[in-house]
């Protein structure tokens, strides 16, 4: 199994709302990443969880929170977020070690109205 | 700072070869990756190379040389479906350390 799962596969939301994005993987994969995408250009790293404790984020602002309750899990918590938030989000792992590349998700399409 | 630098669009003809490049400046280096987007969906990974050289997988082929920072992919008997972008990406460090990528190539195949 090579995959990673995202789920919901588009999202539509209030600048109220709260909501929560959903990434698994059962590669055995101990690093997962969340990226955000903006139409033609590359992804951007948002956080990094290497054995289901958070090691970077890339001065994400708060209203997204990220969680990892195990090793296969990875959610994305979203509250209060802006239009200029709508994007592709991408959800990926890695196996730890050298040098270990990336598998993606197919992404969340979130629309911020 | 971090630069990778990559062609924006390339166009060329169904059945021939296509090479795109990628140089690079980085603080570190630990692994360069090459990646495949099709428009509306995430990454898919191709290749990846860590020592200088060739690495070959059916179709495509990656090659780096880190002494003059620059890595090419290269795309034989190209197929319609071909058509996509093309990133490249850099891991700085050893670990699990994220990819700095470039602004990727979009590659259009035509008849």
């Known amino acids: 199994d090579t995959e990673v799962t995202q789920t919901p596969k588009h999202l539509v939301m209030g600048m109220t709302n709260k909501k929560s994005l959903k990434c698994e993987q059962h590669m055995g994969h101990r690093a997962m990443y969340w990226y955000k995408q903006k139409a033609k250009k590359p992804p951007e790293l948002m956080f990094v969880y290497s054995y289901e404790k958070l090691s970077i984020n890339e001065s994400v602002p708060s209203r997204f929170s990220p969680e990892c309750p195990n090793s296969s899990l990875l959610n994305l918590h979203l509250h209060a977020l802006q239009p200029e938030d709508s994007a592709l989000y991408l959800c990926?792992?890695?196996?730890?070690?050298?040098?270990?590349?990336?598998?993606f998700g197919p992404g969340t399409r979130l629309t911020v109205l | 700072g971090q630069n990778i630098d990559q062609p924006t669009e390339m166009t060329a003809t169904e059945g021939a070869i296509v090479q795109i490049n990628c140089t690079y400046q980085?603080?570190?280096?630990?692994?360069l990756f090459w990646y495949q987007q099709h428009a509306g969906e995430a990454p898919t990974f191709l290749s990846y190379n860590v020592l200088d050289g060739l690495e070959e997988k059916g179709r495509f082929s990656s090659f780096l040389s880190r002494s003059k920072g620059y890595s090419y992919l290269l795309l034989k008997e190209l197929q319609m479906k071909d058509s996509a972008s093309y990133l490249c990406a850099v891991r700085r460090l050893a670990g699990n350390t994220p990819l700095v990528f470039g602004k990727g190539t979009r590659l259009s195949v035509i008849a």
């Open positions: 990926a792992s890695s196996r730890t070690g050298e040098p270990g590349a990336q598998y």
């Open positions: 980085t603080s570190g280096f630990n692994g």
